[in-house]
């Protein structure tokens, strides 16, 4: 009987414990999910009003603002979600200590990955190239397609689809061939000192002057680059729209060389015979000496012509 009687009276405690540890932790389980829910809210509130914020800023990319807006949602929950922890009494501090860590040794893991990310949020930043603009750098030649966080898509001029970690183009110098609205190129013709000069300079002109693409400020010019014994060379300098360039370029090599062609048959006042002049060299080149930028979708490679 008197075991009966204790059995009673340490169920009857239990049952006054579990129902205290009931109403205790059930004020925190409502008042954790009223805070998971305030705290969902409130994310996505202040993450929408930095994507507006951020949105309106000149310079700030669409891809920078969508992410640096998503950090802020996260972080926010991080620390709804440590809030609510703390509200059945774990340690926020040994929470925090254990994220803090966790985030150090992913960091070292995606060592990589986060140098392509800081390298996206600089050049989405700073802004050295731009969606449909060509550029060349040490090892990538061709147009964006598009700006990432951790890559950049191109296209080559064949038509080659690659992609470039943003940590390959951050480090290296940039030629951007599309970023200025003009741009200067030359083509140079070698002809024998026989030869009337200045009626070659006036044909050199003319055709420059007859193409429309061709800017007239500034004008275009011919001046002997360069002569020796046997030749001189005059070199054609003008100017044109960037989205021009190759095109005017190849267009004009053909001209001057059509043109020269015809000289046999309109021999200048003073020059040799047919058979005793030499050809005429023409050759097109970039200002810079290099190769130019990527040619249009579809063209083919730049090439220097010499015919």
Not at 92 to 98: D, G, I, K, P
Not at 174 to 189: F, G, H, W
């Amino acid at each position: 009987m008197d075991q009966a009687s204790e059995f009673v009276v340490a169920t009857r405690a239990a049952l006054a414990q579990l129902s205290a540890l009931a109403v205790q932790y059930s004020f925190s389980a409502v008042g954790a999910i009223v805070l998971l829910i305030l705290g969902w809210m409130a994310a996505g509130l202040i993450s929408r009003w930095a994507h507006r914020g951020l949105s309106r800023i000149h310079g700030i990319d669409a891809t920078l603002s969508q992410f640096f807006s998503n950090i802020i949602r996260y972080a926010i929950l991080v620390l709804v979600v440590v809030m609510v922890l703390g509200q059945f009494g774990v340690q926020t501090a040994s929470v925090l200590a254990a994220l803090g860590a966790i985030g150090l040794a992913v960091g070292l893991a995606l060592q990589g990955t986060l140098q392509n990310i800081a390298a996206g949020i600089m050049l989405l930043v700073l802004r050295p190239f731009r969606v449909g603009e060509s550029i060349e750098t040490g090892s990538v030649t061709g147009t964006i397609v598009d700006v990432g966080l951790f890559a950049t898509e191109l296209r080559t001029a064949d038509g080659v689809y690659r992609l470039a970690p943003n940590s390959t183009l951050w480090n290296v110098p940039i030629t951007n061939y599309s970023r200025l609205k003009t741009r200067r190129n030359e083509i140079s013709v070698s002809i024998g000192t026989d030869r009337d000069i200045g009626r070659t300079q006036a044909k050199l002109m003319a055709i420059a002057s007859g193409d429309r693409r061709v800017l007239k400020d500034p004008a275009p010019t011919v001046y002997v680059a360069e002569f020796d014994a046997g030749s001189a060379k005059l070199t054609l300098r003008y100017w044109t729209k960037s989205s021009d360039w190759w095109e005017t370029g190849r267009d004009l090599t053909r001209d001057v060389k059509l043109a020269f062609d015809k000289f046999p048959g309109d021999k200048f006042p003073g020059d040799r015979q047919p058979e005793q002049i030499p050809d005429p060299q023409v050759e097109t080149r970039d200002v810079t000496g290099e190769s130019g930028p990527p040619a249009p979708h579809g063209a083919d490679e730049p090439v220097t012509s010499r015919t």
